[in-house]
């Protein structure tokens, strides 16, 4: 038997003053949203240009809404919809956690739309670059899963050195598939994309960007649920796959037909609100 880790057993409230608490998982929102916001700012810019620095920091108030009632909506409709149709003032009680990247993505889907179409942005081309970015969110938000001890992995092998004891979870060694899913989703996919957007071809070619990444975070998250814990209330649902699996097919295929019909714009395409 190979000796297994402990959980450090970490604080999930990073400072508190009085009942005024900051928790590693607001964290992890702001810091992604702030930081994504900061490099795409400068992403609209390359060639070709598809808006302005101030047209970029208008949109943070619209992806920030988008990701937070997405992701709650998200959670409520996908995930546990007979509690919250019970209980639908629950729905409203998002300090008590529950967010869905699914419905995340929807709802920043629609925040997108609506925005270039009020202001005459090039959707796809914005979408691109706003894809980019989102795999920061996606790493800091597993290390904060992490950090809370929360969406822990499935029972792991003896012989697996970094097999870890989440206390919570009862005595057995389990996967760290909060870490597994910051390294694919998060670093492998940010870099990823960073290297293809430094291509010129690829950043006129609108839509492949947002392609790339739906199609890499939906493998990414297909794999990651191999080693995750389903969600108690939900368990294994259709052929043995878990609700992450199933929500990530349909990501993929979309990425697939962005990729495929991309067409190169030329240089200095942009419309202006």
């Known amino acids: 038997m190979i000796p297994v880790l402990m959980f450090p057993g970490f604080d ?6 009085g009942p005024l608490a900051i928790r590693w998982y607001a964290l992890a929102y702001i810091g992604s949203l702030v930081l994504g916001w900061r490099i795409m700012r400068r992403l609209v810019r390359l060639s070709p240009p598809v808006a302005t620095e101030e047209q970029t920091d208008d949109f943070l108030t619209w992806a920030t809404l988008g990701v937070v009632l997405g992701g709650r909506l998200g959670y409520v409709l996908f995930y546990q919809p007979m509690r919250y149709l019970q209980n ?19 709802g920043v889907v629609v925040a997108l739309v609506l925005y270039c ?4 942005i090039p959707l796809l081309g914005f979408a691109d670059r706003l894809a980019v970015v989102v795999p920061i969110g996606l790493g800091l938000g597993r290390i904060a899963n992490f950090i809370n001890g929360e969406l822990w992995g499935r029972i792991a092998p003896d012989w697996l050195p970094w097999a870890m004891v989440f206390p919570v979870a009862g005595p057995e060694p389990r996967h760290p598939s909060q870490l597994y899913q910051a390294s694919m989703e998060g670093v492998a996919l940010l870099l990823v994309l960073a290297l293809l957007c430094r291509s010129p071809a690829v950043r006129a070619r609108f839509g492949t960007l947002t392609g790339v990444f739906l199609v890499g975070y939906g493998v990414a998250r297909v794999i990651g649920e191999f080693f995750r814990q389903p969600d108690a209330f939900l368990g294994f649902l259709f052929a043995g796959a878990t609700m992450g699996q199933l929500l990530s097919l349909p990501m993929i ?6 990729i495929a019909r991309a067409q190169p714009r030329a240089a200095g395409l942009m419309q202006r609100g």
Request: no cysteine; aromatic share 8%; proline share 6%.
């Open 88 to 106: 639908p003032l629950g729905a409203l009680a998002v300090w008590q956690g529950g967010m869905s990247f699914h419905g995340g993505t929807l």
């Open 117 to 120: 179409r009020r202001h005459r």
């Open 12 to 17: 999930p409230v990073l400072i508190q003053v």
């Open 253 to 258: 295929g979309a990425g697939a037909w962005l």
